[in-house]
């Protein structure tokens, strides 16, 4: 891919210290004349910046997750491999989900406006860094010029003709303090900043695909239960109903079972609505229709994902692309307080040209047409009202920001973490402790039933076990969802397919 070739370049060139040899050379390589010889190796005192030694803050979190009732505790393995190193196909295994996920990295517009991002701030820092080197352009004049006799020294009216050819330098700047280096490395870092941001999105992005996937899988399985109970509550009527016109039954009975199947039709309707609804979240996540081959039927059929192991020091949130595109903010705010501390020492600007120049445009190559200028100007701050002073406490003010706001992506890391890991601490017991209660309430109806059929109970007892038994079978859906998408947010919180 064209942008990481780059970035990988550009991260190392940016990280190596001794890096203004290479591009000193390249300028001397398709120098021109040698006016610029001196330019060149002014150029070469210009290899450092005025900008403050860069140390990262340290994590204002424990180094370690939280610990209590609520939370599961696990020993990490000597050959654990950190989420961010696990790519999401090898931990979305189901290969519906798998297709689902590649189309929404193919289509969803958040994630190209991300990458057009790049694409962005990529040029800006080029346009950035360009200043670093002359710009020298190609020239090439003709002036005609005719003179009335009462003006011209002669008294003889007269056409003065002038032609040129050169190559020129304008307003050049030797970066003597590092000033435009220091404007490059603050570019460089938003544009580093950028190309994390869009990792960043590309791993909500996997991740809220999952839990649209998943949880339209469960829709289904709610409405398929709605319809099996609605069907099974008018089959119970229509028994009442016989019953109570043969007599064997009482008006209450027959009342009771019609607010069952009335009841289970309105919650038939919300559920095919809200179907509805997933399916269009799901297709706007995706950026395209998704093919009914690739959607799920119910959530009883969905591979199990795979396992997370979470004993890993909270040091791996670093590697949150959310974290690193906060410290590269960070990094570039560092930069910016050198060129503002360069704005109070001298600018030295250079301008330059060099070609021909003749009166005929046939002598214009002859010997004795060549033709130069080199015009050196300094500029040096003597009383700006404080304007450079109030622009570096601003510099410095940014970089007290961006280290706070750091420090703050690193706790709320932490926290949605430790959240997480918090819900997967209980959620094993809730969907045992659920699933138990299923199978309570299934076999409590049954009994009921038989009990009124043999007139013991009555009917009033079949219906409390009837709404028991379908509520317990709705809850066993809702934390078997949950249980799966925890294991989603935790894959996402821990930074899971950063190294991608």
């Not at 290969?95 to 991300?114: G, T």
């Not at 430790?418 to 309570?440: F, K, M, P, V, Y």
């Amino acid at each position: 891919m064209k942008s990481k070739s780059f970035l990988n370049t550009e991260t190392q060139r940016h990280r190596e210290k001794q890096k203004t040899g290479g591009e000193v050379k390249k300028f001397r390589r398709y120098s021109v004349a040698p006016l610029f010889c001196v330019s060149s190796m002014l150029l070469t005192l210009s290899g450092c910046t005025m900008a403050p030694s860069y140390t990262r803050p340290e994590a204002p979190v424990p180094a370690s997750w939280p610990t209590g009732p609520a939370y599961k505790a696990e020993a990490a393995k000597p050959d654990q491999k950190p989420v961010a190193d696990i790519p999401w196909r090898d931990f979305f295994v189901e290969p519906r989900l798998q297709k689902v996920i590649e189309l929404a990295l193919a289509n969803n517009r958040d994630l190209r406006v991300a990458i057009l991002n790049i694409d962005k701030t990529r040029a800006q820092y080029r346009i950035q860094r360009a200043d670093l080197l002359p710009t020298i352009n190609g020239t090439a004049g003709a002036t005609i010029q005719r003179t009335p006799a009462d003006l011209s020294s002669t008294g003889r009216s007269g056409t003065n003709e002038q032609y040129n050819v050169g190559l020129g330098v304008s307003s050049y700047e030797l970066d003597l303090f590092g000033r435009v280096r220091s404007l490059k490395d603050q570019a460089l870092e938003q544009y580093l900043a950028t190309e994390q941001a869009r990792r960043s999105v590309q791993i909500s992005l996997v991740a809220e695909v999952a839990n649209a996937w998943l949880t339209l899988a469960a829709d289904r399985e709610r409405l398929k239960l709605t319809q099996e109970t609605l069907k099974s509550q008018q089959e119970s009527f229509q028994l009442i109903q016989r019953r109570f016109e043969a007599g064997a039954s009482s008006q209450l009975d027959l009342r009771q079972a019609q607010t069952r199947v009335d009841a289970a039709r309105v919650d038939s309707a919300l559920f095919t609505a809200q179907l509805a609804q997933s399916q269009n979240a799901l297709q706007l996540l995706v950026g395209a229709p998704v093919p009914a081959e690739l959607q799920p039927s119910e959530l009883g059929t969905v591979t199990a994902l795979q396992e997370i192991p979470a004993g890993l020091p909270s040091d791996v949130l670093l590697a949150r692309p959310d974290i690193l595109a906060a410290e590269h903010r960070l990094m570039g705010a560092n930069a910016n307080i050198g060129a503002a501390r360069a704005a109070f020492f001298p600018r030295i600007g250079l301008s330059a040209s060099f070609g021909t120049a003749s009166a005929k445009l046939t002598d214009l190559f002859q010997p004795g047409s060549a033709a130069w200028s080199f015009v050196p100007q300094i500029s040096v701050p003597l009383f700006d009202t404080g304007r450079n002073i109030a622009g570096l406490d601003v510099s410095k003010a940014d970089r007290d920001i961006a280290v706070a706001q750091y420090e703050k992506t690193i706790q709320t890391a932490f926290r949605e973490v430790a959240d997480t890991l918090a819900s997967r601490g209980t959620l094993g017991d809730q969907l045992a402790a659920q699933q138990s209660l299923s199978e309570a309430t299934a076999d409590s109806y049954r009994l009921s039933e038989a009990r009124y059929n043999n007139g013991v109970d009555s009917y009033l007892v079949v219906l409390d076990s009837q709404r028991s038994t379908y509520s317990a079978q709705q809850g066993l859906i809702s934390v078997r969802l949950a249980h799966l998408a925890n294991q989603v947010t935790l894959y996402k919180v821990l930074g899971g397919g950063a190294g991608e």
